[in-house]
């Protein structure tokens, strides 16, 4: 009797679960829907290095590429598929990106940094508080996630920003921030592996 109760449970199991994307699949790349309209795609782009390409509704696309799938390295507009050298702002971290922190929650890194915007250097100083491990759900797709805020020195407006980690895929969402002047919070949904 027990072995009928245990495969009817597995035939019943919700099929969905199945094509829910795993951190394997960054290779083909992972998409997101974002506040319905907007999408963004991940893929893995080198050692400790994920790429994320944002492509609005109207057509603009913006290249990130993050170390360990969190830590901002480079900032670009796509144009024609080619990045566009005249948006690009690079940000360098001490260290191969494979050797930055992973998240681990409650617990806080601090890194130094050169931040290069078309020749303009400066010194930047980005804390990150890793908060409490929660669960988010792409409809039925169940993930792992850990928050975390970023905050910059000097930043006279104050703003926080903030990512959502995600474990069990190896990379972050930017989820919104904080500033004077109140949040702003992006919605992403529809999480698919790109074929």
Do not use: W
Request: charged letters at 25%.
């Amino acid at each position: 009797m027990r072995f009928h109760v245990a495969a009817l449970s597995l035939v019943l199991a919700p099929p969905a679960l199945a094509d829910c994307p795993v951190a394997a699949d960054l290779d083909a790349g992972i998409r997101f829907t974002v506040d319905g309209v907007d999408t963004e795609e991940y893929r893995r782009s080198g050692p400790g290095v994920v790429e994320s390409l944002y492509i609005s509704a109207d057509g603009a696309i913006s290249r990130s590429l993050l170390a360990q799938g969190i830590y901002l390295i480079e900032l670009v507009d796509m144009v024609d598929g080619s990045p566009d050298q005249d948006t690009r702002t690079t940000y360098a971290f001490p260290g191969r990106a494979e050797d930055l922190a992973l998240p681990a929650s409650g617990q806080q890194v601090v890194y130094d940094l050169a931040v290069n915007t078309l020749g303009d250097l400066r010194k930047e100083r980005q804390t990150y508080d890793f908060g409490q491990a929660g669960i988010l759900n792409f409809g039925a797709c169940e993930y792992e996630m850990i928050p975390i805020e970023i905050r910059y020195d000097p930043d006279e407006s104050g703003s926080v920003d903030l990512l959502y980690y995600l474990p069990g895929l190896g990379f972050s969402y930017y989820a919104g921030s904080d500033h004077a002047d109140g949040s702003d919070r992006y919605m992403y949904s529809n999480i698919e592996v790109i074929e």
